[in-house]
C-alpha cells in the first residue's frame, strides 16, 4: 500500500468550451469546441480549392476513359434506335428517293413489352404488396396494412411521376437492355423523386458484373439553369460562379 498522501486535483474553467487540470504531477487541458461543419455538411464548402480542383481533374480523366471504353456499345444502340421505325429520311443511297422506312417491328415489341410489363407492376390495388415474415400475428399484420396504405399513398398520390418516370424506364429497358431509376429527396421540391435514368447516362467502367461492385458510378444529370440555381440556393450544391450552359446532344438523343 502507499502512504503516501495524494496531492489534491485542482480543475480551473476559464473558458466553457476549455477545461485546465493541474496536479503537482501533470498538466492537461481538454478543449470541448464544436467543429464548424456540421454531421452531414458539404464537404465541398471546407475543403482547399486547390484540392477540389485536382480531385475534379481526376474524375473527368476517369469518365472520360469509362465513356471512351463503351463506345462500341454506343454504336450498335444508335443503329437499334435508327431502325425503330420512328422517323423517315430522305436517302440518296442506294439510288436518290429510295424509301427510308423501316419496319417498326421493333417498336411494335417494345410497347407489347411495357404495356404487359405496367399492368403487372402497377395493379389496381397499387404498385406496393407487404408480406410477413415469420409467425403471422395481428400486430403484424395491421403494421403490414399501414405500411402497404401509406407506400401506395406516397407512389400513386404524392410522387405523381412515378408511374409515368417507370413507363419510360420499361420503353428503355426492351430497347437497350438495361434502364435504372434513381430515387432521392429532392430539396428543391422537399420530397423523395423518383426518375427513370436511361443506360446512356449511366456510365461505369467497362465489364464490371454490377454496380455494387463498381469503383465509380457516374449519373449524367441534365438540369436547367434555374434548376440549378433552385439547388445551390437550397444548399444541396455549393455556391460558385459557372458559364452559361449550352444544350449539347450525343449521338443516342
Not at 106 to 121: D, K
Request: net charge negative.
Amino acid at each position: 500500500m502507499m502512504d503516501k498522501a495524494l496531492s489534491p486535483m485542482v480543475i480551473e474553467i476559464e473558458d466553457p468550451e476549455e477545461i485546465s487540470i493541474d496536479t503537482d504531477e501533470f498538466s492537461l487541458t481538454i478543449s470541448s469546441s464544436e467543429p464548424e461543419e456540421e454531421f452531414d455538411s458539404n464537404l465541398a464548402e471546407f475543403m482547399d480549392e486547390r484540392e477540389l480542383q485536382h480531385l475534379a481533374s481526376d474524375l473527368i480523366r476517369d469518365i472520360e476513359e469509362d465513356e471512351s471504353a463503351r463506345k462500341e456499345w454506343i454504336k450498335t444502340y444508335v443503329d437499334g434506335l435508327n431502325l425503330l421505325g420512328l422517323k423517315y429520311e430522305e436517302r440518296t443511297e442506294p439510288w436518290p428517293g429510295a424509301c427510308g422506312v423501316f419496319y417498326p417491328i421493333l417498336s411494335e415489341a417494345a410497347v407489347r413489352f411495357q404495356s404487359e410489363s405496367i399492368m403487372e407492376q402497377f395493379p389496381a390495388a397499387g404498385p406496393v404488396k407487404t408480406q410477413i415474415v415469420g409467425k403471422v400475428t395481428p400486430e403484424k399484420t395491421s403494421a403490414a396494412d399501414r405500411v402497404q396504405e401509406d407506400m401506395n399513398w406516397r407512389l400513386t398520390e404524392q410522387m405523381p411521376e412515378y408511374r409515368p418516370e417507370h413507363e419510360k424506364l420499361l420503353w428503355s429497358l426492351a430497347l437497350a437492355g438495361s434502364a435504372f431509376k434513381k430515387i432521392y429527396f429532392d430539396p428543391s421540391l422537399g420530397r423523395q423523386v423518383a426518375v427513370f435514368v436511361p443506360a446512356e447516362d449511366i456510365i461505369v467502367p467497362y465489364g464490371i458484373s454490377s454496380l455494387e461492385n463498381s469503383p465509380r458510378v457516374t449519373h449524367v444529370m441534365r438540369k436547367t439553369e434555374n434548376d440549378v440555381k433552385k439547388l445551390m440556393a437550397s444548399g444541396f450544391y455549393r455556391d460558385v460562379d459557372l458559364p452559361e450552359p449550352q444544350n449539347v446532344l450525343d449521338d443516342v438523343e
